[in-house]
Each structure stands twice: as structure tokens, then as C-alpha cells.
């Protein structure tokens, strides 16, 4: 199982920056997937999450109509579309897939490297 994560970089406020997961090594239509954030000093959250027809199960209630989740079961990807970023946004973005749905505080299996997404201005 791999998860390669990319798109991240340093913007300022108010910026967008759309992240990518590619998935390979699995059945990618039997996994929801989700991305988590962890900013220095904090604990991992969850962002969002989306079930295998890509349908949006859970956003960080924080992030509400700013960031979008989207996943393309035909190439094996999934995106966050990060809108209007805040300096608080700033935190390595992770890939997440597991077998069972992904909400906060619930095991995930699989994990990407993490990308990181810095908001200064």
C-alpha cells in the first residue's frame, strides 16, 4: 500500500492550494479515504473525509465551505481543495485510507508520508 501525497507549499493568507493523494497497492474503491492535519505542537486531526463513491462524510467543523474533499476512483486520487487559507492552516497534511469509514478519534489503517502546507505572510 502506498500513499504519495503532493501539492503542498508555503502561500500566504488568503491563498489556495489544492493537495493530492495518488493510492496504489490497493482495491482504491474499497477504502474511504480521508486527510488529516497536524500542526507543530498539536495532535493529528481529521480535515475531512469521503466515503468510497465519494460521497463527503465529515469536515473539520472549522473549515466548513473553505476546504473540499473529492476523490476520483478512475485514477486512484484524492484531493482537498483548500480555499481562503489561514495562518492556522499551516501543518502537514496527511493521506489516510481505511476500510472502514473515517471519523474523528476511529483507527486508520494506512497513512501517506505527509505534505506540508506553511500560510505566512
Known amino acids: 500500500v502506498e500513499l504519495v501525497e503532493s501539492g503542498g507549499g508555503l502561500v500566504q493568507p488568503g491563498a489556495s492550494l489544492r493537495l493530492s493523494c495518488a493510492a496504489s497497492g490497493f482495491t482504491f474503491t474499497d477504502y474511504y479515504m480521508g486527510w488529516f492535519r497536524q500542526a507543530p505542537g498539536k495532535e493529528r486531526e481529521l480535515v475531512a473525509s469521503?466515503?468510497?463513491?465519494?460521497?463527503?462524510?465529515y469536515y473539520a467543523q472549522s473549515l466548513w465551505g473553505r476546504f473540499t474533499i473529492s476523490r476520483n476512483n478512475a485514477e486512484n486520487t484524492l484531493d482537498l481543495q483548500m480555499n481562503d487559507l489561514k495562518l492556522e492552516d499551516s501543518a502537514v497534511y496527511y493521506c489516510?485510507?481505511?476500510?472502514?469509514?473515517?471519523?474523528?478519534?476511529?483507527?486508520?489503517?494506512?497513512w501517506g508520508q505527509g505534505t506540508r502546507v506553511t500560510v505566512s505572510s
Open positions: 469521503v466515503q468510497r463513491m465519494n460521497s463527503p462524510t
Open positions: 489516510a485510507a481505511s476500510p472502514s469509514i473515517i471519523l474523528p478519534s476511529r483507527p486508520v489503517d494506512y
